[in-house]
């Protein structure tokens, strides 16, 4: 048996009923198998890719909180630091219902070559908790973050690992988070990103993720004898890398037409409203139903009772950037029936591997997310490059320095694709460019 299927069959074996993390596992152990074979008995010596898929250190704990009606909750919390060979533990932490262990190694595992494509020092990280943050009052979330931050700060630090936002986790409870790191620890350091203006974060980083997604898209669009400007667009999603992406795919001259939430979606043929999206989602906290109400011309489509996704809109480009597995085969299927020229990844890992495969075989132009939505994580980097000189950089700085980040990127996993005979595909280029780098730093720092 080959290295890469004998690696697979492992973690399948030492992690069960943990599909999402076998799942990004061997989408990049298929994509390797060119750049593995070519070397097998020095990586088999070294137990390179043993060592890769086993996390450095995952740390769990539970996080008591007391609930507005004096009830004390339990939740279960995670953070798994997966891989320092380039730089400090990085990736943000997610708070979700769903969230589990499987999910989060996913997470992690994926971070560590998106981070490696940025270019810049940082290695893998994710965490985060089962806990629900839909209804709850600012107090309950406050509670519930102090809680948190009181077992998470033993193992974290601005030079071995910076958390961020993710799912659920917005500037609300970084804010939190980061207010009582600095209680306990009584060190006012770069420890998280994503940060307040007022406290040491960096502007642009909000935008940051969506602007990124575009930023790659149009160079992948531009290589391959399009343009952004006039396209449809259609997008998944309502919360930081939706709202960002619409709001760029705008001002490039593209018009997406759709968003959504857990519970439904809005096909607004005249053009998502980016104003009325932030007052409903990031004011209101609302549903996408209160869009709808405020707006004329977008129609409503429940999720539950109709079954249907944003996928089924007629769209030249597709942005998915909600959540792991939401653009499926038979939503694949649709978007090339369709006409879509290209799918590009905002979310983590968002289309499943037969959707992926089944795109690319259709001529359509597929973006990964580990190198599509990096742009959040370096915009984060760049955050604590100005934590570390105390110093602030302008809007246009930091945009330009992520506008540059995406393009070297697209043209790095580009690069890549082509140096192993598999041009045009764009995640094999992605995983080989984030594993190089990795790789050649792991083995530099010998056995450890
Ligand atoms: P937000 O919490 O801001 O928004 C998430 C959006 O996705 C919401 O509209 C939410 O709907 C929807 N959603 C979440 N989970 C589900 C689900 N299980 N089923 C259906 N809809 C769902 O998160 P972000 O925008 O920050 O993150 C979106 C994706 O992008 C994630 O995959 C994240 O890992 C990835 N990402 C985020 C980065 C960042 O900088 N924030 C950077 C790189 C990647 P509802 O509100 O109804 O739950
Ligand atoms: O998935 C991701 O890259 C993020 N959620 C952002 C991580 C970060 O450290 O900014």
């Excluded at 339990?74 to 990085?90: D, E, L």
């Amino acid at each position: 048996m080959s290295y890469v299927d004998e690696v697979i069959d492992l973690v399948v074996k030492q992690n069960p009923a943990q599909p999402e993390f076998h799942q990004a596992v061997k989408e990049v152990m298929e994509s390797l198998r060119v750049v593995i074979e070519q070397n097998e008995e020095a990586y088999r010596r070294d137990a390179v890719l043993e060592r890769l898929v086993n996390p450095e250190r995952q740390l769990i704990f539970r996080v008591p909180w007391v609930d507005d009606k004096g009830q004390v909750q339990v939740n279960t919390a995670y953070r798994v630091q997966f891989n320092s060979a380039i730089g400090p533990y990085k990736g943000g932490l997610r708070l979700h219902p769903s969230v589990n262990l499987g999910i989060i190694k996913f997470l992690g595992f994926e971070q560590i070559f998106k981070n490696s494509l940025t270019g810049l020092p940082i290695g893998g990280g994710k965490g985060g908790s089962d806990f629900d943050p839909k209804g709850k009052s600012d107090r309950e979330i406050m509670a519930f973050c102090q809680s948190f931050m009181t077992e998470l700060c033993k193992y974290i630090g601005a030079d071995t690992d910076v958390p961020a936002g993710d799912i659920g986790t917005g500037a609300r409870e970084i804010g939190y988070m980061f207010g009582q790191y600095k209680r306990i620890r009584g060190v006012y350091e770069g420890v998280l990103t994503g940060k307040g203006l007022s406290y040491g974060g960096s502007l642009a980083r909000t935008e940051a993720t969506g602007y990124g997604l575009l930023y790659l898209t149009t160079e992948m669009l531009k290589c391959n004898g399009h343009d952004i400007a006039g396209k449809t667009v259609a997008v998944s999603g309502a919360g930081n890398v939706a709202i960002y992406a619409i709001q760029k795919a705008q001002q490039l001259g593209a018009k997406p037409v759709t968003c959504s939430d857990s519970t439904g979606w809005i096909y607004d043929p005249e053009g998502i409203d980016v104003a009325l999206l932030k007052e409903v989602k990031e004011v209101k906290r609302a549903r996408l139903t209160e869009y709808a109400a405020a707006r004329p011309s977008a129609q409503y489509h429940d999720k539950a009772a109709e079954g249907t996704t944003v996928w089924s809109v007629k769209c030249d480009v597709a942005l998915p950037c909600a959540t792991q597995n939401e653009l499926l085969l038979e939503d694949a299927k649709q978007l090339v029936a369709n006409g879509c020229i290209a799918v590009a990844e905002g979310a983590n890992m968002p289309t499943t591997i037969e959707a992926t495969e089944y795109l690319q075989a259709n001529g359509v132009l597929f973006a990964p997310g580990k190198a599509a939505n990096a742009g959040g994580v370096a915009t984060s980097a760049l955050e604590m490059s100005q934590n570390s000189e105390r110093l602030s950089w302008t809007f246009e700085e930091v945009d330009g320095k992520l506008k540059n980040i995406m393009v070297n990127i697209f043209h790095n996993l580009d690069d890549a694709a082509k140096r192993y005979g598999k041009e045009g595909n764009y995640v094999v280029g992605a995983n080989i460019a984030g594993f190089e780098k990795v790789v050649n730093a792991m083995t530099a720092q010998g056995i450890v």
